[in-house]
């Protein structure tokens, strides 16, 4: 049985902190609040390096330091080296040496059929189960008639982010920021017939805030647009969130960005999503004019909501799913204690 403890400010933010997640493990992870009794001490953030440095640097020599994170953003935008596994860490007290298990040095995100955020949280199984078989209820026919009705153009539902810390690109990896780029794309769409929702955009409290934001955002853009806004934050092969998938339940067309090597291609038939990665913002609204929803549209939309209805509402797909992370969370553990 492998001794688990995460400390930091982020604690709550990776893969065991979610009771999904770690009721899927028992049995082969402990997971403890007690540092002292743990095999694996991890932070969930670079920040926490940081600050609890002195900490992390007092535990006993057979104790293994992770940095084990699930947000691509953080590290890209402030961990000290995102893309190497053995990190050493330039704390202020002095150097920390650690093992950094991410979305690019670790398998623990290369999920089979369904994406690591859908996992932390059951209302995901249950909701997209319920949309989904809602959704594929509705013939190419129908869908057709859906979009002649709709008569929003589009929403963007995401912090409006700009800032020189989000210039980061890993050349050769096809890792790099979305944020200034989807930014640049809303706000090319500051035009009639576009929503533009969240931080930044109104004055208020962050949606997180809220006391189910999911489900609030399913209930503000269900059947209003033809386009909804499903771009990352960041762009990494494995980094799939619920935005796609929230897109599609809402009966709209998610707009995403992804390289060749993203995973998202996996996800998604051609047709039924568009890919802005090479769509200068400028280009954005007439490409989304131009954008063709007649009968062959239809039937390809069709068929990628019985695809999601397959997919979510199979039991056995989510419990391999977690077979999969429980799996890939001991090997990595594993590893890092033989180390």
């Known amino acids: 049985m492998i001794k688990f403890c995460a400390i930091g400010d982020y604690s709550h933010r990776q893969p065991l902190a979610y009771v999904p997640i770690r009721d899927h493990c028992r049995g082969a992870i402990r997971v403890t609040d007690d540092p002292e009794r743990a095999d694996i001490v991890a932070v969930a953030h670079s920040k926490d390096l940081d600050t609890y440095a002195d900490t992390l640097r007092a535990l006993s020599p057979d104790q293994k330091l992770v940095l084990l994170s699930e947000e691509p953003f953080w590290d890209t935008c402030w961990g000290h080296d995102p893309l190497t596994r053995d990190l050493t860490h330039p704390a202020a007290s002095g150097p920390l040496r650690l093992t950094q298990l991410n979305h690019k040095t670790s398998a623990i995100y290369d999920f089979a059929a369904i994406p690591y955020f859908l996992l932390t949280d059951s209302h995901f199984a249950t909701r997209y189960g319920l949309w989904f078989a809602r959704n594929a209820q509705i013939d190419p026919a129908g869908w057709r008639r859906h979009f002649a009705r709709v008569s929003g153009q589009g929403a963007f539902m995401l912090a409006r982010r700009t800032s020189p810390r989000y210039e980061v690109d890993f050349p050769g990896h096809e890792v790099f920021s979305l944020c200034n780029q989807r930014t640049a794309i809303a706000e090319a769409c500051l035009r009639p017939g576009f929503a533009h929702i969240?931080?930044?955009?109104?004055?208020?409290?962050?949606?997180?805030?809220?006391?189910?934001?999911?489900?609030?955002?399913?209930?503000?853009?269900?059947?209003?647009?033809?386009?909804?806004?499903?771009?990352?934050?960041?762009?990494?092969?494995?980094?799939?969130?619920?935005?796609?998938?929230?897109?599609?339940?809402?009966?709209?067309?998610?707009?995403?960005?992804?390289?060749?090597?993203?995973?998202?291609?996996?996800?998604?038939?051609?047709?039924?999503?568009?890919?802005?990665?090479?769509?200068?913002?400028?280009?954005?609204?007439?490409?989304?004019?131009?954008?063709?929803?007649?009968?062959?549209?239809?039937?390809t939309y069709f068929a990628q909501q019985r695809w999601m209805a397959e997919m979510f509402g199979d039991r056995d797909v989510w419990r391999r799913e977690f077979d999969r992370l429980r799996a890939a969370l001991v090997a990595e553990f594993e590893t890092v204690l033989a180390g």
């Open 198 to 299: 969240g931080k930044g955009w109104q004055d208020g409290p962050p949606r997180q805030d809220l006391l189910d934001w999911h489900l609030d955002k399913y209930l503000t853009l269900k059947g209003r647009f033809h386009f909804i806004c499903a771009i990352e934050n960041t762009h990494q092969a494995n980094y799939v969130t619920e935005k796609i998938f929230d897109a599609w339940a809402a009966g709209a067309v998610p707009l995403y960005m992804a390289g060749p090597g993203h995973r998202v291609h996996d996800l998604a038939l051609p047709g039924s999503w568009v890919n802005l990665i090479d769509c200068p913002p400028e280009e954005v609204p007439a490409t989304l004019a131009a954008f063709p929803q007649g009968a062959e549209f239809s039937e």
